[in-house]
């Protein structure tokens, strides 16, 4: 079955960059995300890539997919106190609804 | 645009009773909804697959006789946990799909999510 991994807790700087890995295991895995959740809140979608893709690029958000290795990060450029999160990858196939998620990195910006 | 709101937001209820937690699309009409279940420092577990108007599709190992699911409208979803005990004690999440929005990229909005406390 599908298994989405990530570490469990990053800690930087204000203003450095952040990156953000997660690896899964589904080759057939079309689309990847990454959500982020605040504190006592739902999940919010940062940014998704498909799998046929190698770099998407968003203002501050950098995602770059490593389709062979099966690893996906997210960087966060000049991170700000507001970044502080759960950041949870995730990946879903073609013509299946179902999204898989994984447990989460929690990012703790120091002022 | 694309709001997910649930309500009750916090819910503290004995053990023994039913507990009614309301998914609303506010801006959009979404056929499709989704119940995910967190644990602390844990990933969202996927509870069960609602569309309007037909039975819900239940994840394996989530019993549905618990977890009763229904989706009467293109707006509303809910979710009743019955017979509550502590172990049922979590954050409920839903998360609904615009049915605007055609194509593989399932964007889920999600709501805020409920905390449920069973005493």
């Known amino acids: 079955g599908e298994d989405v991994e990530q570490s469990l807790f990053l800690s930087v700087r204000e203003g450095d960059s952040s990156v953000i890995n997660c690896t899964y295991t589904?080759?057939?895995?079309?689309?990847l995300y990454w959500y982020k959740q605040e504190p006592g809140a739902g999940l919010q979608l940062l940014t998704y890539?498909?799998?046929?893709?190698d770099m998407k690029q968003d203002q501050r958000l950098t995602v770059l997919l490593n389709k062979k290795d099966k690893h996906l990060s997210l960087r966060i450029a000049d991170t700000q106190t507001g970044d502080s999160a759960i950041y949870f990858c995730?990946?879903?196939?073609?013509?299946?609804?179902?999204?898989?998620f994984g447990i989460g990195t929690k990012l703790q910006v120091i002022p | 645009g694309a709001v997910v709101s649930q309500h009750p937001s916090r819910v503290i209820c004995k053990s023994g009773t039913s507990v009614k937690i309301e998914c609303r699309s506010l801006?959009?009409?979404?056929?499709?909804m989704f119940w995910y279940r967190q644990f602390p420092k844990q990933s969202l577990m996927l509870m069960a697959t609602s569309n309007e108007g037909s039975k819900a599709t239940y994840e394996q190992g989530v019993e549905k006789d618990k977890f009763l699911i229904n989706h009467a409208s293109l707006t509303l979803s809910t979710l009743t946990v019955t017979s509550a005990h502590p172990e049922d004690s979590s954050f409920y999440i839903c998360?609904?799909?615009?049915?605007?929005?055609?194509?593989?990229?399932?964007?889920?909005?999600f709501g805020p999510g409920t905390r449920l406390t069973v005493t």
């Open positions: 589904d080759s057939s895995s079309t689309y």
């Open positions: 995730a990946e879903s196939i073609e013509g299946d609804q179902k999204v898989t």
């Open positions: 801006d959009f009409q979404a056929t499709t």
């Open positions: 998360s609904a799909r615009d049915r605007t929005r055609t194509g593989g990229v399932y964007e889920q909005y």
């Open positions: 890539i498909f799998s046929n893709m």
